[in-house]
């Protein structure tokens, strides 16, 4: 599986767009790359999912270039509700034996 | 409603005792995983099974026992043999890419 590589934190404040980036040197071709975001004493929940270029839902957009070595998660206007850890993950469609969640990216959104 | 039961939220347990932490779901889901959360840390995983009667060490199996013998549960059994087994435990379910986690059991050694 390929290895990713995240900051351990950001902080940023209410209504500013955030940017998490993720390096995956070792991508393969069939991985995808997935988002997940865990608040204190929970799970983590999924966020969003691309393979390549831009994704994006109602709470998220992903950002892929073309290489695919690393990948930009995009919180657009952050509350203090967005606080939390941010993981990214690689891991090939229909064969995610494993999920490896490395220690991720905390965010912390001040007033 | 769907998805995932851990029970108890909170557990405690004397040193040399073995406890079974208890994953039940609902949403059809043929894989299961059980990690372990440290304060400040990532999931690392102990075991998984990707189907019925079947499963395979994650990262840190030793000291933990799983069973799967039907698709609905997957319980883990933290045994005496794990020196440091204060942790939050998280369950997870699989379908395609996607993984669905439970509540946690946050697991205390006193």
């Known amino acids: 599986l390929a290895k990713t590589t995240q900051p351990i934190s950001m902080d940023s404040y209410e209504g500013q767009e955030v940017n998490i980036t993720c390096s995956h040197n070792?991508?393969?071709?069939?991985?995808?790359i997935t988002w997940y975001q865990q608040f204190p004493s929970q799970g983590p929940r999924f966020i969003i999912q691309?393979?390549?270029t831009k994704v994006t839902n109602e709470v998220a957009s992903l950002f892929i270039p073309a290489d695919r070595k690393s990948s930009t998660l995009s919180l657009p206007r952050v509350s203090l509700s967005d606080t939390a850890v941010y993981y990214c993950l690689v891991g090939e469609t229909y064969n995610f034996n494993k999920f490896y969640f490395g220690s991720g990216t905390k965010l912390n959104v001040k007033p | 409603d769907g998805g995932i039961t851990q029970s108890p939220k909170y557990l405690f347990r004397k040193e040399g005792q073995n406890v079974t932490l208890s994953c039940e779901q609902n949403?059809?889901?043929?894989?299961m995983y059980w990690y372990r959360q440290d304060p400040g840390q990532g999931l690392r995983l102990i075991y998984y099974?990707?189907?019925?009667?079947?499963?395979q060490k994650g990262d840190i199996a030793e000291g933990y026992s799983v069973s799967r013998e039907k698709k609905e549960s997957f319980p883990l059994t933290v045994t005496s043999a794990q020196k440091n087994p204060t942790a939050f435990y998280l369950c997870?379910?699989?379908?395609?890419?996607?993984?669905?986690f439970g509540q946690g059991t946050r697991l205390t050694v006193v």
């Open positions: 997870a379910t699989r379908q395609n890419t996607e993984a669905f």
């Open positions: 070792n991508i393969a071709t069939n991985d995808y």
């Open positions: 691309g393979y390549k």
């Open positions: 099974s990707q189907i019925v009667n079947d499963f």
């Open positions: 949403l059809n889901h043929d894989a």
